[in-house]
């Protein structure tokens, strides 16, 4: 676990201190790996809102901004109520703790009307994906899950390819939108599954989110030791 935390710190040291993006951005959701599991990795879109700005991180450096998700999984991960992290804990359990991840490592930040980069003008939202080109694929070449479920849905089902590029086996019972297997191209031996975020499963809980869940409870008991 310690080289991967070297590697990481150092990666996140390369890519998020030096670059010209705007310090009103969100501070950067940069994984930590104190209280979690490293064979597990949950994606979901993107922040909505997260601690400080970009430019705070960039005066308190990576390992305050490692520190803060290490806390937030610690104190908040277990009595966190919210759709995405109840939907979570429910198919995982509350003995193992997936390593949290996003598909975007922050958003436009506080003082943005709209937070999400997939929102944004497309002036603003290209020049974010490059920034991320390969920032997801480093972080899965040095933790090396053997499980990601993406919580992404289908209205970013774009930005997931384009950063993993991948093939999709529907699941028996559902739809294409709704639950895939997904063959990554570039980790043939890394099982991953695709479907919604937790908040529109929650809310079709009786006719999807309930079927998902249950499906996607009993693939990971699979593999928890």
């Known amino acids: 676990m310690q080289e991967k935390e070297r590697l990481l710190a150092e990666f996140y040291a390369t890519k998020f201190l030096e670059n010209s993006l705007s310090g009103n951005l969100s501070s950067p959701y940069l994984v930590g790996l104190s209280n979690v599991t490293t064979d597990f990795m949950v994606v979901g879109q993107e922040t909505n809102t997260w601690y400080y700005s970009m430019d705070k991180f960039r005066n308190h450096g990576i390992a305050e901004q490692i520190k803060i998700y290490d806390d937030f999984v610690e104190e908040f991960y277990g009595k966190v109520r919210g759709a995405f992290h109840r939907y979570v804990k429910d198919i995982f ?131 928890i030791k």
Not at 110 to 132: G, Q, T
Not at 133 to 152: C, H, S
């Open 93 to 223: 359990g509350f003995d193992t703790k997936p390593t949290l991840n996003n598909l975007f490592k922050f958003d436009l930040g506080d003082k943005s009307k709209i937070k999400s980069i997939a929102r944004a003008d497309n002036s603003i939202k290209s020049k974010l994906i490059e920034f991320h080109e390969g920032i997801l694929k480093t972080e899965i070449e040095i933790l090396q899950p053997k499980t990601i479920v993406f919580f992404t849905g289908s209205s970013y089902e774009w930005y997931l390819n384009h950063f993993l590029p991948n093939t999709k086996e529907v699941v028996s019972g559902f739809r294409h939108n709704e639950l895939c297997k997904l063959y990554l191209d570039d980790f043939p031996n890394i099982k991953a599954y695709r479907t919604y975020h937790p908040s529109y499963l929650n809310r079709r809980y009786y006719t999807l989110g309930k079927r998902v869940k249950d499906y996607l409870k009993d693939e990971i008991s699979k593999d």
